[in-house]
């Protein structure tokens, strides 16, 4: 270990963030968390549902040992009748199932010039399950919220060190979200128990928001009468400039468009090698502020775009397919870039926004493509 | 794309192998693949048998599109007999499950220095699960084997490029491996259809060898009456020291340790945090050649070892767990480390063996700890 990170007033092996020097490469912290924290692989967005173990994960600490038989949820904080539920007692309660497409909110942190040194998303962060378990709200209702609450806070079972802040896992919800309809306390993904790294054997499936919203191995929910302060909520998921300023914080998924790359991959570079022949476009676009409306295609290199057409979604906060011819006639390179917009009017930007924890960054995707 | 990429001669935009400059960092063509073929995360080696999506992946190109109904398996080559098999005609035939531990061969690469470029394995390129298929040596027998046969090949129905060959993912075995009766046809794994990552519908399984040699999305099996020499046979999967050197086959897997690191870890370095209390240290073991026969485990960075408890294993080529005790009384940073040998008599090197395209590297696991 090196001994730069011992930091002596912590006695934890943790450092501050830090953006990358001006061309610096992909560190071996970096590294050890892409090894770990994988990413859908673009050829799956052929998946309507993302098959188990070809959806992206993020974990923040280690994946918590879980005994099912032994899961209690405690349901606490501001109500008249706090409650503890064996997964028993919450499969027994009625059951839904929503298809719902969940991004990590740093995807194509990666990409961003200079580069914040955290999970190193290029642009694969997403996949799309059905997520089958309980609704929250009635939950929440039958234990009697106190007039007073105003957000929910949902703690995993993960525990680690970031920053030099020791904590569990925990983030909150404005009360008007945890009471939607669709928030789900979920078991199950794609008709399967969750698979241990998808929060085995209970998480949170809150439909439109970013990832670090959907809390896996959930083990409490506590009405708050205060906003939430906990690290996650205050420090980590924020849009913010500086170190210092506070932020805004990270909620909805912003719109995106992403293609199956076309043609087949040089093993190292991953450029790909097309044919002069007719091809389709295919790939899917999505937005925590459904439903997409556009998906805008480009196959030399945005200077000109035509419209896609757009398939129909599984679910409103499913993803949506999109196909579009392309024919090559000329031999060379081609760079093809794909870009979504939704109901809200809001659009994916040409280049990334930048900001330094590299939140929600969905710039186009571009694919280079040598044609021969 | 950058220019460097394109070769005039090829077309192709591939570039010849290459090993890292001293101190160069991690680039983004290894980023790339390492956030398609992500490793097994340690903690997951509680579980005897991996998870699906836990399990490490290794795809040289995309994860190709198959339509079951439509998969044919063709064998031929020098056979009296040439079959042509769909999947339905291979399940008709007798069934058979092995537990087996797959290594990548590659797995260890990104911790040699200099740092040959490719997939850039930490040290969990590795997974166990329980195959299911029927026995491959009966269909070759059925055929008719040409007495002068040598080798079998095997060919996936993944295309790409590679260092400018552009190519169908393939590799043989000697004829003695093909006809073992524990090498399979699986179109099952851990009692599921085979996920689309693992080579669905069809791969194969041949006990002990590292992962290049378990073809996945199979659609060819050729017997062969000269060696192959095809990429992956004589040119990517050896042990060498020069460009130029032929260099030696990629086989069997060595043997290997890893433990499960204890306590919890800081979030970008995923150093270990652990309490001054008794741990329980524990972790699996195995080889391609069975069984392990020995664990040792080092809590002062490889001064002394003592053995650890060995359990059973659940199959001749799964890995083994085992399990030490460690009682840190003193606060302070630790570093822990942990080794195998084999019934063949191989041992972990303390140190890496190099090679220039970075196979077989089984030098022992570090973990390094913060006791507080």
């Known amino acids: 270990m090196s001994a730069t990170r011992a930091e002596p007033g912590l006695g934890l092996p943790s450092l501050p963030a830090r953006i990358a020097e001006p061309g610096e490469a992909i560190t071996m912290d970096e590294l050890r968390l892409a090894s770990r ?15 188990a173990g070809l959806h992206y994960l993020l974990i923040h600490y280690d994946i918590p040992e879980a005994e099912p038989g032994h899961w209690r949820l405690r349901l606490g904080g501001a109500v008249d009748r706090p409650v503890e539920l064996s997964l028993a007692e919450l499969r027994a309660r009625p059951r839904v199932t929503h298809t719902v497409t969940l991004e ?8 961003l010039d200079p580069r914040p040194l955290s999970q190193p998303w ?103 009468t205060e906003p939430f302060t906990g690290f996650q909520q205050v420090v980590a998921y924020r849009f913010k400039q500086e170190a210092e300023d506070p932020g805004e914080p990270v909620t909805r998924i912003g719109p995106r468009a992403l293609m199956v790359p076309p043609g087949f991959p040089d093993f190292m570079s991953r450029v790909r090698v097309c044919e002069r022949t007719a091809q389709l476009l ?12 556009a998906v805008e295609v480009s196959t030399d290199g945005g200077l000109s775009w035509q419209p896609a057409a757009l398939g129909p979604a599984a679910d409103t906060y499913a993803w949506r397919p999109w196909h579009h011819p392309w024919h090559p006639e000329v031999p060379g390179t081609y760079r093809l ?3 979504a917009s939704d109901a809200s009017g809001r659009a994916q930007p040409a280049g990334p926004d930048w900001n330094r924890q590299g939140m929600g960054n969905n710039g186009v ?8």
Chains 1, 2 share one sequence.
């Open 37 to 51: 924290n994988h990413a859908m692989p673009l050829e799956a967005l052929r998946h309507e549902l993302t098959p």
């Open 122 to 224: 290029l642009d694969g962060g997403v996949g799309t399950a059905e997520w089958t378990g309980t609704p929250l709200a009635p939950l929440l209702r039958e234990a009697g919220l106190d007039p007073a609450a105003v957000e929910v806070c949902f703690t995993g079972a993960d525990h680690g060190v970031e920053r030099g802040v020791e904590q569990t896992y925990a983030r909150s919800l404005p009360l008007a979200e945890a009471l939607r309809e669709d928030a789900l306390l979920a078991d199950t993904m794609n008709g399967a128990p969750l698979p241990p790294q998808h929060g085995a054997p209970l998480r949170l499936v809150v439909p439109g928001w970013y990832g670090m919203a959907q809390v896996k191995w959930l083990t409490e929910v506590t009405v708050l």
């Open 337 to 339: 870039m794909v870009r």
């Open 365 to 372: 995707q571009v694919v280079d493509v040598v044609v021969r």
């Open 104 to 111: 990590c909110a740093g995807n194509g942190r990666a990409l």
């Open 282 to 293: 295919t790939g899917r676009a999505w937005s925590g502020r459904p439903p997409v409306t």
